[in-house]
Each structure stands twice: as structure tokens, then as C-alpha cells.
């Protein structure tokens, strides 16, 4: 583990978007969660609960590690789920994924 902080840019769920910086490692529902936005992230990234639903910006889409078949299953619970969604406890941040783009999901408030 490192001490390097990438970017996350973050919109919520009223449109306003947020650039926040977390460590390598760090889920990115963590760092969404540590900067007191809204997301209800029930779980605390145990990829059981959903509520920690994000859409992620089309460019980014491949070049996120593939979803396991947990979170795809899991997914089954949100709401509103699009080709774009994803569990952000699933996506770690790292290197590849610094400037990453997600938007919260309508259901992952709080
Ligand atoms: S925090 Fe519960 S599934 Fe992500």
C-alpha cells in the first residue's frame, strides 16, 4: 500500500459534482462515505446490501475491473439499474482508476 491519493469525482444525487481524493485500496463507496455524501452504504462494503449503487461515467465502464458474479446478483436488489451500474464497495481505487467518474444512484441515500 502506498501513500498516493487519486482523484474520484463524485455527482449526487441533486446533480452538484464533488472531487474528492482517496488512498490506494480504498473502496470507492469508502471515500464517498468518508466525505459525507450521501450514500447509505448499509453493509459497510460487504457487497450485501445495494445501497451503495453508483452509475459510472461510460468512459470509465472498461476500464473497471469486471464485476464478480456476487455483485452482479446483488444488483438484482437496487433500483433503477442501467448498463452503467455498479457496487461501489466493488471498485477499489488504485492507479488505473485515479479521475475515475461515478454518479449515486436514486435509493443509495441515506
Ligand atoms: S455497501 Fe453494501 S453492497 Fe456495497
Do not use: F
Amino acid at each position: 500500500m502506498t501513500n498516493h491519493e487519486y482523484l474520484l469525482h463524485v455527482t449526487d444525487q441533486s446533480g452538484t459534482e464533488h472531487t474528492l481524493e482517496g488512498l490506494e485500496g480504498w473502496r470507492v463507496m469508502e471515500i464517498i462515505r468518508d466525505y459525507g455524501l450521501p450514500i447509505k452504504a448499509e453493509c459497510g462494503g460487504a457487497c450485501a446490501c445495494a445501497t451503495c449503487h453508483v452509475y459510472v461515467a461510460d468512459d470509465w465502464l472498461d476500464r473497471l475491473e469486471p464485476m464478480s458474479g456476487e455483485e452482479r446478483e446483488k444488483l438484482d436488489d437496487a433500483m433503477m439499474v442501467e448498463d452503467n451500474s455498479r457496487l461501489s464497495c466493488q471498485i477499489l481505487m488504485d492507479e488505473k482508476r485515479s479521475g475515475l467518474h461515478v454518479t449515486l444512484a436514486p435509493g443509495s441515500e441515506p
